[in-house]
């Protein structure tokens, strides 16, 4: 029979290998952002919003806000995305500010959906 203890350190370590594997997902993917500049200088995010509104694949209710907030300041929320998920993949992977870094990778997924 398994100690308390032994499951609280087994829980630990496992909950531990998750905040790591996110950590390592939120740099890939962060590292051809921060690294390259086809995706936050060259128009790679506008043309990836451009697209998504003439595919029709935005939430009526996101297109304005994607048509006027967006697109007009697309090189400054390029560069919010690419550096804020290269933060949060840092902070899961390293284990400092986890909870702070969790909030935020939050709050980016769900945007991320609408």
Not at 31 to 40: A, H, I, S
Not at 81 to 100: D, K, M, N, P, T
């Amino acid at each position: 029979m398994l100690q308390k203890t032994d499951e609280a350190t087994r829980n630990a370590i496992a909950l531990a290998g998750l905040r790591i594997a996110i950590g390592f997902l939120f740099l890939i993917f962060a590292q051809y952002k921060v690294f390259g500049t086809k995706f936050t200088l060259d128009g790679g995010f506008q043309s990836w919003i451009d697209r998504f509104l003439q595919d029709g694949a935005a939430y009526p209710f996101m297109v304005p806000v994607l048509q006027r907030f967006v697109l007009p300041h697309g090189t400054a929320i390029a560069f919010l995305a690419a550096y804020g998920e290269l933060a949060i993949g840092l902070a899961l992977v390293a284990g400092i500010w986890v909870r702070l870094a969790s909030a935020f990778g939050l709050v980016y997924m769900l945007t991320l959906l609408f």
